[in-house]
T-cell receptor
């Protein structure tokens, strides 16, 4: 079956440091990956996405790396700030057996930024 | 810009009661999803709908039914609520494969079954 998982459930960093959050996926047919940020009591919010024909994509202070060979995805946050404290999820868009698309989430990593 | 709207925000049910969680999106998205999130856990897919008129089971469909009423609305029904269904429920919608758009989420419904 397909699954998306994270290597580290919690990550604690100092303000100003760079953060790296990792994610493993198992469905080699997935063609689109997304990172979400979820703050306490809120729904997940989009951070950055990447298609399977790319290996790197940069946004504002964030970079996503995709390694299809080992089915690994990472989110890098530069100069981490206290406002970055949240739970981060990776998600993959996968095809079901019937051919329809669905979004499958990993378990999440809780990032804590210490001032 | 409303995005994805879920109602209600909070609900307490007694075991055996039924209820329907409503979700509507105004972004003309084809795909809609229902997830549940338990404390300290990720989002688990209950049901999804790739287009109007179609629905498919996700990872944890037991105890739930869904209806894709039209392109805008996707409802989740609990016919006979159980304490194990105490959770936060999120509805989401996304565009189609060609557009490669991310999913947008509602603010969640916090359901407690006693």
């Amino acid at each position: 079956g397909e699954s998306v998982g994270l290597h580290l459930p919690t990550l604690s960093v100092q303000e100003g440091d760079n953060s790296i959050i990792n994610c493993a996926y198992s469905n080699s047919a997935s063609d689109y990956f997304i990172w979400y940020k979820q703050e306490s009591g809120k729904g997940p919010q989009f951070i950055i996405d990447i298609r399977s024909n790319m290996d790197k994509r940069q946004g504002q202070r964030v970079t996503v790396l995709l390694n299809k060979t080992v089915k690994h995805l990472s989110l890098q946050i530069a100069a981490t700030q206290p406002g970055d404290s949240a739970v981060y999820f990776c998600a993959e868009r996968a095809l079901s057996q019937g051919g329809s698309e669905k979004l499958v989430f990993g378990k999440g990593t809780k990032l804590t930024v210490n001032p | 810009n409303a995005g994805v709207t879920q109602t209600p925000k909070f609900q307490v049910l007694k075991t055996g009661q039924s209820m329907t969680l409503q979700c509507a999106q105004d972004m003309n998205h084809n795909s809609m999803y229902w997830y549940r999130q338990d404390p300290g856990m990720g989002l688990r897919l209950i049901y999804y709908s790739a287009s109007e008129g179609t629905t498919d089971k996700g990872e944890v469909p037991n105890g739930y039914n869904v209806s894709r009423l039209n392109k805008r609305e996707f409802s989740l029904r609990l016919e006979s609520a159980a304490p194990s269904q105490t959770s936060v429920y999120f509805c989401a919608s996304s565009g189609n494969r060609v557009a490669n758009t991310e999913a947008f989420f509602g603010q969640g419904t916090r359901l407690t079954v006693v």
